[in-house]
């Protein structure tokens, strides 16, 4: 049971992880098409990048 919960840890993890990472690159490919002229656009890009970041590290050490 317990392997199995670390299993879905690691995969939740690692999902969250992926889906910042795409809304990070979205935000940043959308600044640099000028579609986002928002000077706070980029710190939501930094923020969603941070929690991915964070959140893969997360799923790493719980897979170890």
Known sequence: ?????????VLCCMVIAS?????ALTIVLAIAAN????PQAWMAAVFFAAVGGATW???????S
């Open 35 to 38: 579609k986002l002229t928002d």
């Open 19 to 23: 889906v910042c990472g795409i809304a």
């Open 1 to 9: 049971m317990k392997t199995f919960l670390r299993e879905v840890l």
């Open 57 to 63: 590290i997360a799923g790493r050490a719980a897979s």
